[in-house]
C-alpha cells in the first residue's frame, strides 16, 4: 500500500504544471494587479505575449527594460 502512495505521489510531483517554476521577474512585476498563476498557466505564442505585455503597459505597468526582457525570455518559454 505504501508503495501505491508512493507511486502516486510522485507521478502528481511530476506532472506539476509550468506555473510551479516561477520567474522573480514575473512575480515582482506581475503579481502586483492579479494571480501570477494566471500568468504560468497561459500558452501563448510570442506574439500573444508581446501583445500582452503591450496591453499591460498601457494598463499602468511600469517595467525595466531589463525586467521587461526577463519576463518575455521566461514567458516564451510557456508557450506551446
Known sequence: MRTLVLIVVLAALLSIPAFAQKNDAVEKNCKKCH????IYNKKYDIAKWDAT???????????SA????TVKDFLYTLKK
Open 35 to 38: 494571480s501570477t498563476a494566471i
Open 53 to 63: 505585455i503591450e496591453r499591460m503597459k498601457k494598463n499602468g505597468l511600469a517595467i
Open 66 to 69: 531589463d525586467d521587461e526582457k
